[in-house]
């Protein structure tokens, strides 16, 4: 893909300190686009920007939890302020929360997974639609979903009833918004080495994580700047023609079949 294929473009990045987040806002960056990025953790966000900024200035860290309104709202809003515009969202920001069996699960772990991975992005979308009506120039939206949308691991229940009303939403929303010149898709991430995954595969478990590589064909894990290609690409006009889609990268891991 071509350098500066963002030239001028503002991004915002939610959940854009760590893992795919991060190496997206980095491509975003190395593009020519000028870039926000979000997230709940101060700490980590200012870490993830000192980073950054040594590939560009255009980068600013905004604390934000994507589950409430007002918080959107002026995450959006300060975008807009320091650059003028908004043109790409990628709405990244989501946790993996308790996974247990549905009779071992709480209300209150289910909730906490709806409100970040599935009202999380939709309130995005809303407050990032509303912006891109009001410039008038249309605008690309990125979500992160999962393979774990069309399929499940015992315990994923809340986690995987998110990501496949996520793909819903984005089908949706692509119908309603194409006429204002609003793309809209997904992607579904498979084993990426994320913090994220860390946290099912603590570092030195290698014993653990052989056989899980050996789940899907290509036999191995992904790296975050992977998936981040991928989005850049739904981001840019490369991909002008593309909406409403959730686009597997997973290395084939959601193919039915026998594996050896």
């Known amino acids: 893909m071509a350098q500066d294929i963002l030239k001028g473009k503002v991004a915002l990045v939610s959940g854009g300190a760590t893992g795919i987040g991060f190496a997206t806002a980095k491509l975003y960056l190395e593009n020519g686009a000028k870039v926000v990025i979000a997230g709940r953790r101060q700490e980590q966000g ?7 900024r ?12 994507v589950s409430k309104a007002a918080d959107v709202k002026r995450l959006i809003s300060e975008t807009v302020r320091i650059h003028g515009s908004l043109d790409i969202a990628f709405n990244n920001a989501g946790i993996e929360g308790n996974f247990a069996p549905i009779d071992d ?19 995005s979308c809303k407050h990032e639609i ?22 499940a691991f015992p315990g994923s229940g809340a986690y995987s009833a998110s990501k496949a009303a996520l793909d819903a939403l984005t089908r949706v ?41 050996k789940q899907a064909p290509i036999g191995r894990f992904a790296a975050s700047a992977e998936i981040g290609e ?12 593309i909406t409403g889609e959730s686009i597997l990268a997973d290395g084939g891991l959601a193919i039915p079949g026998q594996r050896q």
Do not use: C, H
Not at 46 to 52: F, I, N, P, S, V
Not at 54 to 62: A, H, L
Not at 106 to 123: M, P, T, V
């Open 173 to 213: 929303l692509a119908v309603e918004t194409a006429s204002a010149n609003i793309r809209v898709n997904n992607v579904r991430p498979g084993y990426i080495q994320t913090p994220m995954f860390d946290r099912f595969f603590p570092a030195g478990d290698e014993a653990k994580k052989e056989p899980v590589k």
């Open 105 to 123: 699960m709480s209300e209150e772990d289910f909730d906490a997974i709806i409100d970040i991975n599935l009202k999380g992005i939709w309130l």
């Open 54 to 65: 040594q590939i560009s200035p255009d980068i600013t860290f905004i604390q934000a939890d």
């Open 230 to 241: 991928l989005v850049l690409w739904l981001s840019s006009p490369a991909s002008s023609f």
């Open 130 to 151: 509303e912006q891109f009506r009001k410039q008038g120039s249309g605008g690309v939206i990125v979500n992160t979903s999962s393979w774990l949308s069309v399929g």
């Open 46 to 52: 200012e870490t993830a920007l000192a980073t950054l």
